[in-house]
Structures are given as C-alpha cells and as structure tokens.
C-alpha cells in the first residue's frame, strides 16, 4: 500500500456548536420512495463513520422483503468471524411485519413494535441510522416521522426527480411536490407542532457520473430550484463507483480497507470517495461533531 494512500489529510466538521448538556439520541432516515438510488449504502458508510468517530450507533432496515442494509451487515458479521478481525458494528434492530389480517390491528401492533425498537435503541446509542424502504409502507411512515434528520439519495436522472416533483417536459420547470415530498412535508409539520423542532431533510446527489452532461446540469438546477420552494438542503453524494458494489459481499465500507485481512488493493479512487464520505459529514452537520476532527 502506497504512503500516498495510508497518510491521507484529515478534515474537522466546522459549523456552529449547540452547546453541551445531556446525551440526547438523533435519529437519521434514509428515504425516499424508490429503490436504486443507493440508500443502503449510504446507511452502512455513514454508519461505520460515526463509529469510528466514537459514536455508538444503532441501525433498522425496515425494508422487510429485500434487506439490503442487514444483509451487509451479515456480510459484516461473516467477514469478523473468518478473518478473526473486530470491526466496529452498530446495535441492530429487526422489525416483524404484523400478522394481523385487519388494517387498524396492522398497523397498532407493528406502531408498538417500532416503538419498543426505537426506545431500546435510544437506551444505547448517540445515533439511530434507518434504512426506508424503496415504497411506501407504515413501519417507513413511522421512521420519517420519528426522524431528526432525513437523507434521501437520488441519482441525477429526472426519473429520480420525479420522486421528489414533477418537472414539464418542454420547459424543464419544476411543477407541484410529489407524494414523496408531500410525506416528508407532513411529518416536518407534525414534529415541529409535537416537539416544536423540525426535520432537517437533506437530498443527496448520489452515483454521480464523472461526465459532464446536459442532463446532469437540467437535474442540478432543478433541484437547486425545488430545495427553495420546499426546504431541504443539499448535499454532495457519492460517485459512480465499482468499488461499492464489490464491498457489499465481504460486508466493508471504504473506512475498513486498511484492516487486516482484506484483500482489496487501496486506489486513489478510494481516496477520493472518501472524501466524498467527508463531504457529506461536513454538510449533515450532526450534533455533537462540531469542530470534531474526522479520522479517516
């Protein structure tokens, strides 16, 4: 491994601090209503982050059918076991769909099964990382509206756009929020009347193509314009990179290619993705990282 690659500068997170006090868990939601944008990866990078700064993080996929996040995380699991290597894991919860066969016993059992998860959860942990499902469901409904911070990844094409709104196809403007947003908007207004705070919703250009396009700039200023009229923030995502998808399987992040026993050769591509993973800390502006240096 080159020296270029090991001794790599580190960043601090700079933005205002809130102050001390007591311990207080935040909840972060990746969301949206598609499947393909990267969410999953998302989840378990910044999971790994926040774990490596220090923090004790717990995770819930609450995509019951596919799985994606826990799967990584049994990846995880294997990869520890047949290497004899610790790396760092988050509390992991699971959530059972109800069994009930009418709608309101549905969805009063499953309400009271991600309540007991959520409040073993915040027992424990400085963070609680939620994986949504691509598609609407309660148990997602449920963790958007009990979240502090929502992530929604979209990749730079209007068919992830119009998860968000929709767009004219002639002048390329943007036109009234989706369904999605209008959930997001929803729960921003319920949690601001019950807890008198909101929820920062930040969207996430993710898989970004290293070209330049047409399309690319339309989706830019699309967004730009949208996160205006509707109120979330920006964020840089993650480029468009193999390396992703080869770590799934043996259950690493970007974070653990120095440990012992992987066998994937650090590039700098590398990197420069985690760089990215850098840049999105920064913009989160989570509590409690202000002014914090980043380790990696």
Known sequence: MSETATTQATSKIRFPSGGGGARTCHVIVIGNEKGGAGKSTVAMHLAVALMRMGRSIGVMDLDIRQQTFARYLANRRRWCETRGVDLPMPIEESLEPSAERHLDAIEAQEAERFKAAMARLKAQCDFILIDAPGSDTFYSRLAHGAADTIITPVNDSFVDFDLLAEIDPDTFQVGRPSLYSELVWDCRKRKAVKEKKSIDWIVMRNRMSMLDARNKR??????????ARIGFRLAPGFGERVIYRE??????????????????????????????????????????????????
Do not use: C, N, W, Y
């Open 218 to 227: 339309r989706v830019g200023e699309g967004l730009k314009a949208l996160s």
């Open 247 to 296: 770590l799934f399987p043996l259950g690493i992040t970007l974070l653990d290619l120095t440990e012992d026993g992987s066998a994937v050769a650090f590039t700098m591509s590398h990197v420069a993705a985690r760089q990215e993973l850098r840049d999105l800390l920064i913009v989160l502006k989570l509590p409690g990282l202000a002014g914090e240096r980043i380790p990696f």
